[in-house]
Each structure stands twice: as structure tokens, then as C-alpha cells.
């Protein structure tokens, strides 16, 4: 909302100036985004005639024109391709000050004198046209303003005929205080910031009575939608620009001046935030008005020229035939005020603003009145708005004579009392308000106060936006100003922080990726159709169980993410894309999808589920420039994800191999703890790569972040042994199908709790093998806690080993 | 016996035993006068020691004369007692001394080999190493980070909430009536229900939450007062994104309840943040603003980061207006209030018994402001030269 000063303070006296007034509006909420001075920003410039254009005798683009600025003939250089004998344009004199702080002197350019300069419309800040001078004429005419009789004559000071200058205050309107849409509303807050008080012609107006007597043939037929309408006819009119006064007062707020009646109307809408209509009366069709749902099918074409399609969530104002104006939203084209209008009816009524809400979605239109109404507009305050239209119009059209109306109330709302304790302010506000107090700051604003401890405080209708004692102790808080609270000493009050399991787990989890030297990355959670169908099927989820938006914005962003691995792979595309030789990613994020349809149910949620979610792709090393450098493979990637458990504190993850959409064939893998699957690890196939256009592979990692048990707390202490481990090295020959883990698992719990490391260090399968097997290679301890152990207590437990590997696994012990 | 058993390898080169130890040949000079033989048979080994050309040759030259088997000075004092018992003496101690004086040089010139092999591994040591990668935690998480550390520091406990809520806890539960204007400042994006379901009932769809306070109704309906907790989270707006739009970002709410909050603990609350955050010269106001979950409400304004709060920065020889607070010298960085009583309600607890106050504040722009971001996208693109600038 835009506030001019000179409007504000037609209504109210106040002794504050632009910068105060702005202050204690945002102090208040009322939050100033800007004041802005519009009118002319220079000094000493005047209307000129060119009478000569010359060539300039050593500067192909320039002239030299012989110019009257009324204090005889000057010389000047000029360098506009328009300037012409005489041309009308603004001359900036020796000593003008111009926008940007440029003074013109008297000057020599190109060896010839230069006594001023003809200005465009860009160096006096009127317009951005810098193609040539001001063409004066021309330019007064575009703007409408030649009907104004200002005279051109030369030496005249231009700011003459600009509008005068105007300080506007650009306020941001806050959604409670429709009232606040209005300069009325504004100045009652200014007054009350300032002690000022109505300006005498203000406080007739607001004093001023309206007599709805007459006749007209108005029903009300949703008294729901409109509980009150004021029709009011008045004869006689003349439809005709606006005077100066009017067009500049719409101007300043940014509004273009149509005609005498609409100005008229948004003036007082803007006054107000009253919206009046004025229709055509000899366009209505039987001198009726209906205030009524639409009906279906019905249509009405809208001032801005669009047909309309209306349901009955739509309020309208009808004829006897059809709609004619949507109500509170827009009028109809066919009962617009044109030029040749001679007879109007006014309507001033209050609209429900739930029933204006719900149209103006309908109809996808919002425009001032609708935003007004939907806010809630002063339910009292229309007979005095409409009293303020008649009033200047009969000033703007003198000949014009007021017909028959109607004012039709259906009910009017209670007025609002609530009680307020000063006791409550001061709990809430936190220092100590005297009742004195509240009830001063409460009248200041035109509220009214009776009683005592509580206070009875009778809310004025343009303030429906409190209901609430507490909604009193803020009117209380911002009139004292928010300033005034003291700053309370910090105190525990007895509660204390902790950090949850949760938020311990996740921060174990960033770190652990962290440390595997990975990026932490924080991707959409919103994706592509495609990109979650893909990666809900790496998890082995049916991609019609994904979480769609009923109302997305884009194509983009159209469905929740299964997981993070979406987002990680449009990230990773998009760093390959400009150059990023590897990838490494990780996000903890939410992955969404609807439970299997097993489980049926109306008020179900989809799962939300928080994953650790990371991608691999490039080099193993930021840097290597020998052999140690390679692509990372599954096995160092792998190796990453064993790290990472192991830094989670897993107890001894099982790696399964695992097939699903997506994944390179033969090379992905389930991980479960002793409790549950707890993740997927492994590379991506190149199909899948190719719907993000990545060529490279791909390795990738996703675990449910609650499933990594961070045990440890209230674990018991286990002692390292002391005595010397013994070493041994064993090979077994085994079938080719026995999956490492498996052998691992039995050579484990052959050996039983001497055993206390065993490590893979070999793999071949080859010449040396038989048909069928494979070798795999152990170094193995063995320690006691107690003692050293003897060369036949570990033998013996070898034997035991190899046995098991024979029996469990058909392997055998490979000879030496 | 002669001592030296076979005489010497006539190929082994000999070298100046002095420019390896020092004492030698004062050492050696003590044992001419005790056993000639000896000290002649010493100085030879000293000699073709001194002159081993590499390690391999050093180690066969040293057991020729000292070797623990085979050494000809080892055998010479293993064979002492065959010697007539005059010349025992003499001779043991002859031989021991030249045992030790052997031993010194043979590690003197090992060591002399060792220390010219390191030499010649030396590497140019501006040439890159082999560099792991390092990991970066995201700007923006380290702008949560920094906020959590400061708000459990004033006692705040971490409380997570759902990403999909219902419209009751998004909007019911905090004050905003159906069909309310102030929806309009919250874009929603809603949930479609799955294939073959039922719409949920008016005021149960499922939505993308808006804003993190819905946490607050869920906090405090599982919990009782005194309450004082924080909730991060991504929130989402049905927006088309551009460079100051983005449709998701991040958003930390607090909460206070307890008997008698006040505005006043509101006010140092904020201020101790903004110290915090924006630094401790920062300057603050409060002013009334309108949340339906609030009341009163109130927003924070820091002086703005950028221009120090003049609103104006000098841009050569002239000032411009600061672009960034748009000339007013201050920045809106959070909305808080008193918890409405409405709210309250809608979870129980008494609003005559309990008090409390609330704030709500964006990530990004926090993040913006330190680095200077111009951009809202750059958070979720994830360009790895950008992430990985924020230390």
C-alpha cells in the first residue's frame, strides 16, 4: 500500500515529518518498505523555443541552436538528432542543478559557446527516453495534461507543469489489518503514534450521515454472502477526465486515471478500503439489483474483457435477467460507466469475506476490492464511504441530482467486547502496564474502554481482526513500542539440552562419510517421474508405491524422493557435466514412499524413512600420479561402506548378494545386521546411469540411517591379550560357488576364541587349482589371554579348522 | 695358526679406515705396543673394510675378521687357551680390543652407507602427493550446526517432525481457520492420494509442511511443560523457482513454555542469537508483525551485514544505495511471538496456566548474507567447486 503524505495528512494533523511517520509505522507493524519523493528532482530549468538549428562548425553530430529561454537569446550546443526550429523543450540554465548532481556552466564545446543545455527526458528523470530532447508539446499531450491550459511559454519554470511533489511511504499491509489498506486506517495509526489529531473536513467526513431513503428494487437473496448493499442512483452525470487534483492523488499511489466515476471510486476505495461499483443504470435490464449465487452455467464478461464462467461458489450482482458484476471481485463490462453514461448506480456492501475468498479462487481473479474483502472491510464503515462518493461527485458534477436508493441491512454484526487485565499484559509482555496505561494506549486508537480491572474494551469495526484478550495485550505491547521491553536475564528454568539418539546417530553418520572423504551433499526432495521410479526400484520398491504431488509445479519436481540416491545422481551428473572428474557424495535425508498395498486404510501416511545415501564414481585419490591410481572399483568402494559400518559401530554386517533393477548384474549387495536389512551397496548399472546421462560407473551406497545401531555406551570392556599372538598362514582349496562369508563363518566358529584375527590376503582360481575350485588364503592369529600358546594347541586347532572347511564346505587345506 | 687363516680376497680394495671413526687410529696405535700381530692383522681388516664398496661387501668383510662363526679374530680368541699361559693375556686383551675397535668401524661405515642411500632417495618434495579425498559438510549445514550448538548451549533439546504432514498440524492446530487469507503466504504443495484411495477428509490431506512449526503441536501434545526445544527441518513452498526462489529450504523453529515467558525472554533469546550469528556488534530491533500462531508477534531485524546499517555503501567515488537491505539498514531475519492461546489449546494445555514463546527463522538467508550467495538454487545444485569452498 502506498501512502502519499500530502493524502495523509488531508485526513490528520500530525507534527511529524516523513521520517518519523515512517519509523513509528514499521515500530507499529505496519513495515515500511521504502519512501519514495516522486516529483521533480532538479532546479533551474524552463521551458525554452528552439528559433535556430545550426551545424556545428567542427563536430558532425552536434548543433548550434539559438534558444529563447524567456531571458533573451542563448547559444547552445546540442547533440540531439530531434532538435528542430521551433521545438519546445526543457533548457537546463547555467547553474542548473540536474538529477545525479550534474550543475550546468557555461562551457566551450568543440571551440563553440554553450549557454545551457536542452535536456531529454531521461536527464530530468521524467521518462527513460534518451533518443533526443523533449519534445514538450508532444509530451504534454501524450500525458493528457494539454486540457490543463498550461501555458509553453518561454522561461516558464518547468517543474510548473509537472505534478507537485509528492513524499509516498511504500508499506507493507500485514494480513490481520485490511483497515491498514485504506488511508483512513493508516492515519488513525499515525495519529495515535503521534497524539495528532482529524483534520476538520476529516472529521466531517467520517461524521457525515447517509440517507438511503428512496426506492429501488434491490433483493438480497444470500443474506449469507451479503448482509448489507447500499444502492444508490444518481442522475444527471457527466462522464469526464478527472481534475488534476484527482488524477495526481491516483497517480501518487501508482493508479492511471480513467474517468470522474471510476477515480471517484477507487479514491474512496483507497481511502476507505471501502470498494464501491458504479454500473450504468440504463444498462441493468429492469432497474434491479440481485444480489445472488450464480447459477450454473451462468457467464459474465469482466471489466478486463475476459469471459467468465460462474458456479454457485460464486456471489454476483444480477439484473432481472443475468449477472451483471461478480460480486466484491470485478464489475461486468456490459454496466460499465462509459463515456456517454448519464444515469449510475452506485453499490457500497459489505461482502462476506470467505464467500469473496472462495470466488476469486474459482474465477483464478484477485484484484484490489477482492483482496479488501477477503480481509474483511469495516462492516460500518459504507454508509459513510458511500456519503464521501456522493459528496465529490456533486462537487465534480454539479449539475448531477441524487435519485431513489436503498440501504438494505440483513444483520449486522455484534459489536466485539473483550476484556483485558493489566495483569495480563505485564505477564506477557514481561514489564510492568498499569491499567491507566492499556487503557490510554487502547482509546488512542479509537477503541472504547469502560470498567476496570478487567477492562471492558469495545472493538471498533474496522479492527475485526481482534477477538482475543491477547490479541488486546499486542495493541497494548506495539503502542508502548516493542522497544520499551527490557531484555530478561537468560535462565535455565530448570530445563536442560540433551542430545537425542537420533541426532547422535546422524552426526556419527555424517562424520563417518566425512572421514571417508566424502561431500556432503543436500539434494531436492522433490524429483522427476523417472528418477524416482528408478532409484525406488534399486531398493527393490515398486515404483507406483512413490509419493506423488496432487499439484507440482514442474515435471521436475513432481514426486517425493524414494530416497536421496535421486537427487545424488542428478548432483553427480550435473559436476560431470562441468568437468568434475569424480563424484564422491553423501546426503541424510528422508526418501518417501506409500506402504505395500497389503496394508489398506484411508488415513494412512507414506513412510518416511531417513537413509544415509552416497554415491562414488572417479579416481581413488584427489591426486596420484603412479600406479596407485586407478577408477575406484566395487571393492574399494566396498570398502568404504565396511569402514563406515564399522565407524556406526555395526557388529559384523552380512554382505548377501542381491539383485534388483538398476544395479550392475552381479555386483550389488544387501547388508543385514543380526536385527534386520539395514542397506544396499554396489555398482549402478549403465542402464540406469544412462537416464542421467552419465557414462562413467557409478557405485553406490544407501543404509537406513535407524538401523545403524551407534552401540558402544553400555558395552563391557573386552582386554586386548597380552602374550605373544602366533602367526600362521593357511590356503584351502573349495568350490567355486562358496562365497567368501560363508567359509569365513566356519573357519570363525571352527577355530572358536583363540582365533583372534583372520584376514583374506589371497584369491586365485587358475593352473595350479582343480576343476571347480578356488583357493582362498587366511593369515590367521591366535592368542590366549593367559599364556603363550604351545605349538600343539595351535595345531590342533588348524586341524580343526581344516576339518570343518572339509565337512561344511567340501574344501580342503592346500598342500604347501 | 697365523691369525689371518687364508690371507685376503686380493680383489677386496682398501680404504682410509680414519674417514670413517675417528679414534682409529689412535685405537689402533694402542694395540701396536700390545700385540704386533694383532694390531697388523687389524689394521688389514680395518683397511678392507674401510674400503667395502657397497652393503653386501661390508657384511662378508666384517665376518671375515668378526663374524660370530667364522670371523678369524673370533676364532683366534676362541683358540686362546691352546696358547702358552704368558701370552694368554696379552693377547685376550689384544684381541678383545681389536674386536671392539672393528666392530665401531663396520658400524661407522654402515652407517656411512645408509646415510649416502638415503641420499639418493631424496624427492622433490614440491611434486604432489598421493591426496586422499576430504569430505565438507554442506554451507548450509553449517549453518544448522552453528545454530544448534548455540541453542543447546540455551538449553534447547533437538525435536524432528514429519516432511508429509496433515493440514490440521500445518495449519488447523496453529490458528489459521479454513479458507483464511493468511494460507495465501504459504504455497502448499499437496499430497496425491495413492492409486485406488480415497481423498483424505477436509482438514486431513496430506501436504509437503510448509514450515517447521507444526513440530511445536507435536511436541508439546506428547509432552508436558516446561518445554524448550528446537526443530530443524526442510520445509516446502509450491513456488516456481528462480534466483530468489527456491520451492524447499530449511527453517529452524524454537520453543519456550514454562509458567511465566515473557516477551522479555523473547527479546534476549533473539538477541543472544543475533550476537551470536550475525556478530556481536550487531544491532536489533523487534517489531509487531502478524503470525496466526502468534500473539503477540513480533519479527527481528538485524542492522544489515552488508552496509554496517547506513543503508548506503561507497561504490568508488560515490554512494549508492546498499542493495542488499534496499537503503533501510536493517534485515528482516526471523518472526517469533507469544504462543496464541489457540494453540495452546489445540493441544491441551491451559493458556491462563502456561506461557511461551516461539521463533522461526530460513537457513539460506543466513547463509546468503555470511558468504554473499546470490543465489537460492546454488544450495541444492551441488556443484562440488562450490560446496567445496566452505570450510
Redesign the interface.
Known sequence: MKLPLSWLRDWIEVDADAGAIAGAL????F????VETHGPTFTGVVVARVLDVQRHPNADKLTLCKVDGGAGELSVVCGAPNVRAGMIAPLATVGAQLPGGLTIKRSKIRGEESQGMLCSGRELELSDDHQGILDLERWLGDHGRSAEGKSLTPGRRFEELLAPPETVIDIEI????PDGMGVVGLAREVKAAFGGRWTAAARARLDAKYDGAGGFDLELEDTEGCPRYIARIVNQVTVAPSPPWLVHRLESIGQRSINNIVDLTNLVLFEFGQPLHAFDLDRLKGLAIRVRRARAGEKVTTLDGRERALDPEVLVIADREAPVAVAGIMGGADSEVHAKTTRLLLECAWFE??RV??GSRVLGLSTDASKRF??GVDPEVGPIAARRFLDLLAELCPKSKLGPGRDRVASTPAATVVELRASRCT?????EVSETDARRHLEDLEFSVKGGNPLQVTVPGWRRDVA?E??L??EV??SMG??S??????E?????????P??RRRERA?RA??????????????VSESEASATARLLGVDP??C????????RE?EI?RPTPLA?LLR?CA??LR?G?A????FEI??G?S?PAPAA?G?????S?ITYVAALVSGPR??????Q??GATDFEDTKGLWEAFLEEMAVDAPEWRAYSADGWKPGASAEVASAASTIGWAGTLSHTLLAGWEIEQPVHAFVAVLDSLTAAGAARKVWLPGRYPPVRRDVAFHVPSDVTHDRIDRVLRSAAGERLVAIELFDVYAGPGTPEGMKSLAFALQFQHPERTMTEDEVQSIQNNMAAAVAKECGGRLRDR | MPLLKDGLPSEWETGDPGRFLATYVAQLAELGPLDPEVANATATYGEMIAGAPDPASLVVRASAAIGRERGDLTRALAELPQLPIEQRRTRGRALNLAKRLLESLERAKREEFARAAEARDAVDVTVPGRKPWVGRRHVLLQIFDELLDLFHGLGYSVYTSPEVESDTYNFGKLNFPPDHPARDAHDTYFVAPPAGRKPAPAGEELLLRTHTSPGWVRAMAERQPPLRLVFPGRVFRAEQIDASHMDQFHQIDGLYVDRNVSMADLKSTLNTFARSIYGAEVRTRLIPIYFPFVEPGAQLDVSCVICGGGGEMRDGDGVRRCSVCKGSGWLEVLGAGMVHPNVFRAVGYDPEKVTGFAFGMGIERIAMLRHGIPEIRLFLENDVRFLGQFA
Open positions: 514499521t515500530r507499529r507493524g513495515y515500511v518498505e521504502g500485514p494480513f490481520n489489518r469475506p470467505r475468498r472462495r477477503e480481509r505477564r506477557l509482555i514481561g514489564r482475543i491477547d490479541d495485550v499486542e505491547a506495539r516493542y522497544d521491553i527490557p531484555e530478561a536475564p537468560l535455565t528454568g530448570g530445563v536442560y539440552a540433551v542430545r537425542t537420533g541426532e555424517r562419510m566425512l572421514a571417508r572423504g566424502l561431500m556432503e551433499a543436500c539434494t531436492s526432495s522433490l507406483t508405491r509419493v506423488r504431488l496432487a499439484n507440482p509445479m514442474s519436481h517425493l537427487g548432483a550435473h559436476n562441468q568434475a569424480a563424484v564422491r557424495m535425508g528422508n518417501f506409500w489398506t484411508t488415513d494412512e501416511r507414506p518416511e585419490y584427489a591426486h596420484a600420479h603412479d596407485a591410481q
